[in-house]
């Protein structure tokens, strides 16, 4: 059988996942993540998606790389709708505010549960969306893929609804130096591009800028 090839992010999401957990990758399209977790051991996985396109590229990828596999079962589902119930649920690849929106809908979160988020957009929405749906944030991680940085990161359940600041919003738990350098930026242009339109909003966001560039300041300094 070939070898299985994941980008950074893929092959980082597959050294964080708990594989004796019941696993399901949601929005899995070419399923190569449950394929390369199958390889590492894992035995329960459910590879979902809510297009058929994606589903049918998962089971070629499954066919081409495994051959023949009961441990690894394909679900077509809007998020974990229909999804019986999964205590390691990956959500990668899609903007902040839909994978938001998926995680608000679980309806079998327990104390056990733990969610690896990889989102390509709007972390600051996903990150108050978990908050105020009763999880909290356990680690965040940032990968380099050419020369682009990739954010993952991990949230348990304790049922506790809460709000965060806008602050934590936007920079949760990463330390990583050159993505808070470039969240700075994002966030001075977007307070730049709403100053005539929005005057309030472009200051909370020119006070999370200034925030965040003391913290390099700070930080950098000691490097
Ligand atoms: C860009 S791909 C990401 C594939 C893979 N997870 C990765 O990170 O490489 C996004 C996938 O999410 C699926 N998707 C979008 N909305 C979804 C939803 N509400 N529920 C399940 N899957 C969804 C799409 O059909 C698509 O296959």
Redesign the pocket.
């Given at each position: 059988m070939p070898e299985i090839k994941l980008d950074s992010r893929?092959e980082k999401i597959s050294r964080l996942v708990r594989l004796d957990r019941v696993i399901c990758d949601?929005?899995?399209?070419h399923a190569l993540l449950p394929c390369r977790l199958y390889l590492m051991g894992a035995k329960n996985i459910t590879a979902?998606?809510?297009?058929d396109g994606?589903l049918k590229s998962a089971e070629a990828t499954i066919k081409k790389y495994l051959g023949r596999c009961e441990n690894i079962r394909l679900v077509k589902?809007?998020?974990l709708d229909n999804i019986d119930f999964a205590d390691e649920i990956i959500i990668?690849?899609?903007g902040g505010d839909?994978i938001g929106d998926?995680v608000s809908r679980i309806r079998f979160a327990n104390e056990e549960t733990r969610l690896i988020l990889?989102p390509m957009s709007k972390a600051e929405i996903l990150r108050k969306r978990l908050y105020q749906s009763g999880y909290y944030l356990i680690d965040e991680h940032i990968v380099m893929d050419n020369a682009k940085p990739y954010l993952i990161m991990q949230a348990g359940y304790n049922g506790e609804v809460s709000q965060i600041d806008d602050y934590f919003a936007y920079t949760g738990l990463v330390k990583d130096l050159y993505s808070l350098w470039l969240l700075k930026n994002r966030l001075k242009r977007a307070a730049n591009g709403c100053r005539t339109a929005q005057p309030q909003k472009a200051e909370s966001l020119n006070a999370i800028a200034q925030r965040i560039e003391a913290y390099i300041k700070e930080n950098g300094e000691k490097v």
């Open positions: 893929l949601v929005g899995t399209d979902s998606d809510i297009n994606p589902s809007d998020g990668a690849g899609m839909l998926i990889q």
